[in-house]
Every structure is written in C-alpha cells, then in structure tokens.
C-alpha cells in the first residue's frame, strides 16, 4: 500500500510542503516518483513520518531527529522508546489542563491564585536542545534569563499579547487585507515588538527565518490557522514584507 504526498501529509495534519522539506533533509524519501513526477510512500515511509512527528512533538530539533532514526534500526524498540516519552507528556499535559482549570474556577469564584498551582506543568526549558540547536546557547541562556526575571503578572501579559497578535491576523486575512497593507504591518511591527521584549531585536534573516518556521513546523504554525488553513503563510508574508522594509 502506498500513498500520494498530498493523502500522507492529509493524514499527517501537515502540508506536502513540509515532507518535500523533510526529504530535503534527508529524513523523509518518496519511495518512488510518478510519471507525473508526484511523490508516493510506502508503509515504511508512513511509520517514519510518525518517529518524525513524534519526535517534533517532544520538541527535538531536526538536526537531532536524522541523528536518531540513522542510529536506530529496530523501529518497534524505538517507538516503544517514544512512547514512553509520549506518556511523561501526557502526564505533564495532564497537569496543565488540571492548572487551567482550577485557575479559571478561582478566578470565577474571587479567589486568590498561587504562582506553583497556577504554573503546574508548565516548562519552557523543554525547548532547550532545539532553541540551542537552532539558534546558539547564548540565545537560550539569554531567553531564559529573562522569562525567570518576569512576574506571573508580566508572564501573563506577555502571553495575552500573543492572543492579541494572532486574533489581528486571522481578523485581517479574514477581511481579505493585504500583507503589505498599513493595517496588516502595524500588527507586524507589534508582534515583532513583542519577540524584541526578550532583549533581543531579531535582524532580516531571523525575522523572516521564523515566518517560515510558522509555515514550516505544525507546533507554531497551529498558532495562526485558527480561523483559515493557510494563516501562517499570511503571517509570513506579511513578516518577511516587514523585514525587507525595516531590517
């Protein structure tokens, strides 16, 4: 059995531009191509996308993943492997929704919050290796730095931002506004003010960089499909329209 890129990535909840990245990198080959020049997989292909994207949800970097599947060969032994990993984050996510919960119920009833209740379950450092790999350790170490400097309040605030960035962009896509547009770019520039509030301004090629891991990687690029499919593409059209114009 075997299947179109367009059916694997369907399944996958991914787009086919993000298997043609992977087999870019090696990770993922058709088994073979069409006349038409389509790609197709195996079930061979099909069970090492879902190491890929296991691996991707446990937020190891790309990197790191060919590393692994090139250094194990007993695919059974390795997702066993993952699934254990896999249960340590459903017990972490666990804790998370147990938190919001009990944050909403208290906020509802009055009631005072306590940081380690409101916070249980919640790591950045879980991106460490990744951030490392992609973008060196002093910017982890700075990163971390200062989201340990913030308050709850100032961490709450931050994030609410971010809620704020991504319902503007959905709103514009949706009333068919241009990236290029005024509207369209003011939310850009807040939202890349809103990624310098770490201390750090992101020059052209970094700004554009991770408009296209919007696209790129399902973890981020989920943020901005909330209200159409291809909402991270707007996102980084209209980022890297910002960056030629600005940085």
């Known amino acids: ?42 079930q061979s292909s099909l069970l090492r996308l879902q190491r890929i994207l296991i691996l991707r ?6 990197g790191s993943i060919a590393d692994i599947l090139h250094g194990q060969e007993d695919t059974a032994e390795a997702l066993r492997g993952h ?25 509802e009833r009055g009631e005072a919050l306590m940081a380690t209740e409101s916070l249980n379950g919640f790591d950045h450092t879980q991106y460490k290796d990744e951030v490392v790999e992609r973008w060196g350790k002093e910017a ?52 890349y003010d809103w990624i310098a509030a770490s201390g750090t301004r992101p020059g052209k090629d970094y700004f554009t960089g991770l408009g296209q891991m919007y696209v790129d990687d399902p973890r981020f690029g989920a943020n901005y499909t909330t209200q159409r499919a291809d909402g991270a593409e707007y996102v980084r059209d209209a980022m890297k329209v910002y960056a030629e114009r600005n940085l």
Do not use: C, F
Request: aromatic share 8%; net charge negative; charged share 35%.
């Open 83 to 107: 699934l254990e990993d896999l249960r340590r984050d459903q017990e972490r996510l666990g804790r998370q929704i147990a938190s919001v919960s009990s944050t909403i119920e208290k906020l």
């Open 140 to 191: 982890y170490e700075s990163g971390d730095r200062w989201w340990r400097s913030m308050s709850d309040d100032d961490k709450k605030r931050h994030h609410q931002v971010h809620l704020d960035l991504v319902r503007d962009y959905g709103e514009a896509q949706m009333a068919g506004r241009s990236v290029d547009s005024d509207e369209v770019q003011d939310v850009v520039r807040r939202h």
């Open 57 to 62: 949800e446990l937020g190891v970097g790309l």
């Open 1 to 42: 059995m075997e299947w179109s890129i367009h059916e694997l990535s369907t399944a996958a909840g991914t787009t086919s531009r993000t298997l043609r990245h992977y087999g870019e990198l090696g990770l993922l080959e058709p088994t073979r191509l069409g006349a038409n020049g389509y790609r197709y997989y195996d």
